[in-house]
Structures are given as structure tokens and as C-alpha cells.
């Protein structure tokens, strides 16, 4: 019989090699704040799963729709500033009870 934690590594990994991504990401967990809708009016506080030079995964409690754009302010860790990205969200998924999983592409510019 497995353990928990065994479970849980199991589930991870079968979650790996069922990724699709063309381009591979890196953990890279911070605290985030989204900014979003017309007015920038809409603050969500998430965390960061993953990132890669063409997205970032981020968890947070709202299911965002497909296509909402918005800026993503991210902490650095050795200046104590913000760096500020513009992302559009390409899909979301529940990942547990009031959590969800959304992927967010990179934008060129603020076109938010």
C-alpha cells in the first residue's frame, strides 16, 4: 500500500508526462498581484507555479476566463521591487476547492 506522500509523487509525476507545453517551464514560486479589466479595477492576489519565456502559471482564487488580459507584478527577490509583465489567460483549470491553475501568455506590450 502506498504512503500519502507516494501518492502524491506518483500523481505528480503522471502530471508531468502528461504535459503538452512546445516550451518547457521552470518552477519559479513568488507571490503575485493581478491587475485586470478596463480600469486595471479588478486585484487579485495569486502565487506563481512555473514560468517560461513565453508564459507563467499562476494559482489563485478565481477562475479567470480564456483571453482576459492584464498586468502581473511579480516580487524580486533581490531588490525589493515589482517587475510588471503583461499576460493574456489562454486557459484555467480548479486545482482544489476554491483554487484554480490558469496559464497566462506573455504579451509584447500593455495592451491590456
Excluded at 519559479?28 to 491587475?35: A, D, L, Y
Excluded at 519565456?53 to 525589493?80: A, D, Y
Excluded at 521591487?81 to 482544489?96: D, K
Aim: glycine fraction near 6%; charge should be neutral; hydrophobic fraction near 35%.
Amino acid at each position: 500500500m502506498l504512503s500519502s506522500v507516494e501518492c502524491l509523487l506518483k500523481e505528480n509525476q503522471t502530471e508531468l508526462l502528461s504535459e503538452r507545453r512546445s516550451v518547457e517551464r521552470k518552477p519559479f514560486v513568488r507571490p503575485v498581484t493581478i491587475r485586470a479589466g478596463r480600469e486595471q479595477d479588478i486585484v487579485a492576489f495569486a502565487f506563481s507555479r512555473d514560468i517560461s519565456p513565453v508564459g507563467i502559471g499562476l494559482i489563485s482564487q478565481i477562475s479567470w476566463k480564456e483571453r482576459t488580459r492584464g498586468s502581473i507584478e511579480v516580487l524580486s527577490t533581490k531588490r525589493h521591487e515589482c517587475y510588471v509583465i503583461y499576460a493574456e489567460v489562454r486557459w484555467t483549470r480548479v486545482f482544489g476547492d476554491n483554487w484554480y491553475y490558469t496559464g497566462w501568455r506573455f504579451l509584447e506590450e500593455d495592451n491590456t
